[in-house]
């Protein structure tokens, strides 16, 4: 039993991989404010994207669905530097900010470790193939 003190606690087997926009929307239905969420969004990459909440209904379940909207016009395309940089000068509490410094190089591994799988090895993914540019 997780003790009182610690929070809640998900374990998410991403195994097999994950869409960023989907966990986020799980995360969101089960509870995680979406204020709070883009809060921090915007702390991190001002005037950059909006994110939209929406009920939908898939195969007779209801579900939240998130759009991470673009609201720049040109969105840049941000090495792991780049991002690492912009999570180091945000206004983010230290524990938020050292776990999304460590969520990024650990979704770059597994885009690597695919990349592995079909014999290509490249560099590590930019933000656009990480999907923040959406």
């Known amino acids: 039993m997780?003790?009182?003190?610690?929070?809640?606690h998900a374990w998410i087997d991403a195994t097999a991989g994950l869409a960023g926009d989907m966990l986020l929307?799980?995360?969101i239905d089960a509870g995680a404010p979406l204020e709070a969420v883009s809060?921090?969004?915007?702390?991190?990459?001002a005037d950059s994207?909006?994110?939209?909440?929406t009920v939908v209904s898939r195969a007779g379940l209801r579900a939240t669905k998130i759009d991470v909207v673009s609201v720049a016009q040109d969105q840049p395309d941000r090495s792991w530097a780049d991002?690492?940089?912009?999570l180091a000068q945000a206004d983010l509490p230290d524990l938020i900010r050292e776990r999304a410094s460590a969520g990024v190089p650990a979704a770059c591994r597994g885009r690597r470790s695919s990349a592995r799988d079909t014999g290509k090895r490249g560099p590590l993914p930019r933000s656009r193939e990480?999907?923040?540019?959406r």
Do not use: K, Q
């Not at 809060?39 to 990459?45: F, H």
């Not at 994207?49 to 909440?53: K, W, Y």
């Not at 990480?130 to 540019?133: A, M, P, T």
């Open 130 to 133: 990480l999907g923040f540019d």
């Open 39 to 45: 809060n921090a969004v915007s702390t991190v990459t």
């Open 25 to 27: 929307a799980a995360l």
């Open 49 to 53: 994207v909006d994110l939209v909440a």
């Open 2 to 8: 997780t003790p009182p003190d610690v929070g809640l």
């Open 83 to 86: 991002i690492r940089t912009l």
